[in-house]
């Protein structure tokens, strides 16, 4: 599976070195058999169930899941996609984040919707950090390769995984309109909740950083699901959400009565400490898209290869060719994208990197995950009928792909953030005029498309209502000087002239390539059977 993609094993391989792609050879041939499959289908089919009270009447809030789940978890543990890359990174890896970017990609071919557990624990650590005790106290069990599920301390797990807890019903986007309330306890940084939270993914997880108005103003907490004694804290579980997709996952709404918690950074600095934790996810968000793109038209690619219509193979027919190839110039796009941003995160210590990061993500995010829903039907529809069936497995991939645009910063927001950074941090955009700025000269579409986005930068300034176009456009200029920088001519070519041109309507299948690069871009697209 890995290696069948040939653009993620370029953009591996130039961040990261080629052992890195030899290492994960074995994870994408697992994400590929039948067997991992038929889990991700059964896993999706038999719906987690919520379990408010044993046959006693004790109030237990547990989620029931087929053992399907418990499959595709354990092995996504085992492959430390989740946080072991920040203990690797410590312990001085240098491509820690890659190697685990390009993992959580390939393993997404399975189900994406267990992603959603396995992201959130990546991501809490770099949030946990703030407090030296509360990141020594979870950061090994996030970061161990033993899935141990089930409610117990964490003192007696051989692994942990992580949640989080903002949107409350009045509002996810505007976390300062949160209304749970943090008290204060005698003892010193402990509190007690008391509220609700409206969406809280994988309530089973062990802990959850949440947000709450503590005296001092909103706060992040440390939540954990067992107290030390190891009885249950009070999160109970009021319904577990019927969503458009994602449904193998849990996503519980919750009511806080009481509830321990422990603060995590200063009263009044919750916003502050929780969005290392959403960066984080933002990341994934980025990557899980971009695999959503990737098996769709692995899908696709295979399919139009093996049947035939009209007198030939459909892969044969020109305005087939031109809508593969155009599929697989969006997702080398978002590939060579999501995997730049993991290499930002293993340079963190760079400034360059730190100040790429905080503007890629954001216009990553809106860009990507924006393109995505478009993308699957494009590759849906190339299976005719039989991918609008549940048996391709395209259906589930349809209902998840609007997803990753929804959570974590909807696209609105994200742009809105491109802004906040552009104005608050100017080290940012000279990162982007830097990283753009490295592939001057190796397209004339592209100089011009960067030229035109400065431009359009000086005159809507910090105008909101130019938010999404602003972000659109450096978000493809940043795929373009990749491209440009690292595809193959043909890719380049095909999206400096659609996507940087100036009357781009997004339609797939309407490249201007001659006939023999549409042929060589197409077969970049086809999965090789090994
Ligand atoms: C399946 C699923 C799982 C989830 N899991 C979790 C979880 O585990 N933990 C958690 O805390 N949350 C979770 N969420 C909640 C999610 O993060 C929020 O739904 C999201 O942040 C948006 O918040 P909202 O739903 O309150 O929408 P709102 O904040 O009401 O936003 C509605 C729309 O308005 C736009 N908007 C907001 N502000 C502005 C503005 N200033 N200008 C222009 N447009 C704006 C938004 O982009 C959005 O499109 C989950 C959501 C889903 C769908």
């Given at each position: 599976m890995v290696t069948s993609d040939r653009a993620l094993v370029e953009a591996v391989t130039r961040h990261a070195g080629a052992s890195v792609v030899d290492d994960l050879v074995e994870l994408g041939g697992q994400a590929g058999t039948a067997e991992a499959r038929e889990h991700g289908r059964l896993a999706n089919r038999h719906e987690p169930e919520l379990a408010t009270y044993d046959r006693y009447g004790n109030r237990i809030d547990e989620v029931v899941f087929h053992p399907s789940w418990h499959w595709l978890m354990e092995r996504a543990v085992g492959h430390g996609l989740q946080a072991a890359p920040w203990e690797q990174q410590e312990e001085g890896s240098t491509a820690a984040h890659v190697r685990r970017a390009a993992g959580f990609m390939a393993w997404s071919h399975t189900d994406p919707a267990h992603g959603c557990p396995i992201s959130m624990t990546y991501a809490a650590v770099p949030a946990l950090r703030v407090d030296e005790t509360l990141a020594k106290e979870w950061t090994p069990a996030l970061a161990a390769t033993a899935y141990d599920p089930g409610i117990r301390p964490v003192s007696q797990k051989r692994g942990a995984l992580a949640g989080m807890g903002m949107t409350e019903k009045q509002g996810g986007s505007d976390v300062r309109a949160n209304v749970t309330e943090a008290r204060p306890t005698p003892v010193e940084g402990e509190y007690t909740l008391h509220g609700h939270k409206w969406f809280t993914s994988a309530p089973m997880n062990d802990v959850f950083l949440v947000l709450a108005q503590a005296p001092g103003g909103l706060t992040c907490f440390v939540v954990p699901r067992a107290l030390p004694d190891g009885t249950r804290n009070?999160?109970?579980?009021?319904r577990l959400k019927d969503k458009l997709g994602n449904r193998a996952n849990a996503s519980a709404e919750l009511e806080l009565e009481g509830t321990h918690a422990v603060r995590l950074g200063d009263e009044g600095r919750g916003v502050r400490t929780i969005i290392e934790m959403v960066a984080a996810t933002r990341l994934d968000c980025v990557l899980g898209s971009t695999a959503l793109m990737r098996h769709t038209l692995n899908e696709a690619a295979w399919h139009v290869a093996h049947r035939s219509a009209f007198g030939g193979p459909l892969l044969d027919k020109p305005l087939m060719q031109n809508v593969i190839a155009d599929l697989q110039v969006e997702t080398e796009a978002a590939t060579a994208l999501a995997i730049r941003l993991a290499a930002a995160v293993d340079a963190s210590a760079d400034p360059h990197e730190a100040a790429l990061r905080r503007i890629a993500l954001p216009l990553a995010k809106f860009w990507v995950c924006k393109r995505t829903p478009g993308f699957v039907a494009e590759a849906l529809e190339c299976l005719g009928g039989n991918g609008y069936v549940e048996d391709s497995g395209l259906p589930l991939r349809y209902r998840e792909a609007p997803l990753n645009s929804v959570w974590e910063g909807s696209g609105n927001v994200n742009a809105l953030d491109v802004l906040r950074a552009l104005g608050r941090e100017p080290e940012v955009l000279s990162a982007w005029i830097t990283e753009v700025g490295?592939?001057?000269?190796?397209?004339a579409r592209l100089d011009r498309a960067i030229d035109d986005t400065l431009e359009l930068l000086g005159e809507s300034g910090e105008a909101e209502v130019a938010a999404r176009r602003l972000a659109g456009r450096m978000a493809a200029c940043l795929q373009g000087a990749l491209l440009v920088r690292f595809a193959p001519h043909e890719v380049a070519d095909a999206f400096c002239a659609s996507r940087l041109g100036t009357t781009y309507d997004g339609t797939y299948g309407t490249l201007t390539s001659s006939a023999s690069d549409l042929r060589a871009i197409v077969e970049r697209a086809t999965p090789v059977v090994s």
């Open positions: 009070l999160l109970d579980i009021t490295h592939a001057r000269g190796g397209d």
